[in-house]
């Protein structure tokens, strides 16, 4: 008896959220006519409060969605932004499905550690992480050439990918000022990563992934990065 109680309030639940859910979602597509399509609607550990999530933005609303709402949540007995946490999952990039032979690759030490970067050759936080990253011992890059700064930063992107040595004219140009030497070839593993990087809404470089699919966008120190490999590979 008891379970067949149990079994009927799990459905009289289910059926409830998902009434919630197609409230939220209706009156929200009624009123905000331009709003994209909601992909999900969750509760939120704060009573009343709903989730709503558009693509890998969120923003939050009432059971009935008459008002909406802007900014982060935090629990402030637990000390957690909840809405930095959300964002940073729904950032993450699983590390299998990144485009790697697409890359070239520098190996330090022993390279147990693993680092993707998507960078663009004219970016200047992209030439100061490069050159602090020197002080990475004991890791993989993976390079993954990123041009979105203009026409300039697909032709250097074609003159490292089809170089002899990539990684050398790569350390010649973002460390020493070297221009890359004119050189053809196929580069359509470019053109990829740029679709798989819009696809992600990666916008910024440089922009690194970790072995656990977390993404951090911008030159952050190498002490920084060194600390966060450390953390993944205990």
């Known amino acids: 008896?008891?379970?067949?109680?149990?079994?009927?309030?799990?459905?009289?639940?289910?059926?409830?959220?998902?009434?919630?859910?197609?409230?939220?979602?209706?009156?929200?597509?009624?009123?905000?006519?331009?709003?994209?399509?909601?992909?999900?609607?969750?509760?939120?550990?704060?009573?009343?409060?709903?989730?709503?999530?558009?693509?890998?933005?969120?923003?939050?609303?009432?059971?009935?969605?008459?008002?909406?709402?802007?900014?982060?949540?935090?629990?402030?007995?637990?000390?957690?932004?909840?809405?930095?946490?959300?964002?940073?999952?729904?950032?993450?990039?699983?590390?299998?499905?990144?485009?790697?032979?697409?890359?070239?690759?520098?190996?330090?030490?022993?390279?147990?550690?693993?680092?993707?970067?998507?960078?663009?050759?004219?970016?200047?936080?992209?030439?100061?992480?490069?050159?602090?990253?020197?002080?990475?011992s004991d890791v993989t890059v993976h390079h993954l050439l990123y041009p979105i700064l203009g026409e300039d930063s697909r032709i250097k992107s074609r003159n490292i990918w089809c170089a002899k040595d990539r990684s050398k004219v790569w350390d010649d140009w973002m460390q020493r000022g070297i221009t890359p030497p004119a050189a053809q070839c196929d580069t359509s593993a470019i053109d990829a990563n740029v679709e798989f990087g819009k696809k992600h809404r990666i916008s910024g470089t440089p922009t690194l992934i970790l072995t656990d699919g977390s993404r951090i966008a911008g030159a952050v120190p190498a002490a920084q990065v060194d600390k966060m490999l450390n953390d993944i590979s205990k």
Request: glycine share 6%; proline share 4%; hydrophobic share 40%.
């Open 1 to 136: 008896m008891f379970k067949k109680f149990a079994l009927l309030a799990l459905l009289f639940s289910v059926a409830h959220v998902q009434a919630q859910d197609n409230v939220i979602r209706k009156n929200l597509s009624e009123r905000l006519p331009n709003l994209p399509s909601i992909d999900e609607v969750n509760k939120t550990a704060m009573p009343g409060l709903f989730e709503v999530r558009v693509g890998n933005d969120v923003f939050y609303t009432d059971a009935q969605g008459n008002y909406i709402l802007q900014g982060s949540l935090f629990d402030v007995r637990q000390r957690r932004n909840l809405t930095e946490e959300r964002l940073e999952k729904l950032s993450a990039i699983p590390f299998d499905q990144l485009p790697l032979k697409n890359a070239f690759t520098q190996v330090r030490g022993n390279g147990k550690r693993k680092l993707v970067v998507f960078a663009d050759p004219n970016c200047g936080y992209c030439k100061r992480f490069e050159k602090d990253l020197q002080n990475l």
